[in-house]
């Protein structure tokens, strides 16, 4: 979780009520879910040109960083 969270859970436990902490709580959730929708929409609609390569370049990547490791290790700069 954020420090966001973490900060409204604290000013929410500092309420000393529990229907006043779970009315911050709404009004943080609230105030998040369209960013959060925003962001995933976002990052969809820019990563769909290039969906058809991310398996490969996953795959090349964890070869090049399997290759790195070996290197490092057998040089002993672990």
Same mark, same amino acid.
């Not at 969270?5 to 859970?9: K, R, T």
């Given at each position: 979780p954020c420090g966001w969270?973490?900060?409204?859970?604290a000013a929410a436990a500092g309420t000393a009520s529990p229907l006043a902490g779970a009315g911050l709580m709404l009004c943080f959730w $609230?105030?998040?879910v369209p960013a959060m929708v925003g962001v995933g929409v976002g990052v969809r609609a820019?990563?769909?040109p290039v969906r058809r390569y991310a398996p490969a370049a996953a795959a090349? $990547?964890?070869i090049a960083m399997g290759l790195l490791t070996v290197t490092a290790?057998?040089?002993g700069l672990h």
């Open positions: 969270l973490y900060a409204f859970v $609230a105030g998040t820019l990563a769909w090349v $990547a964890m290790r057998l040089h």
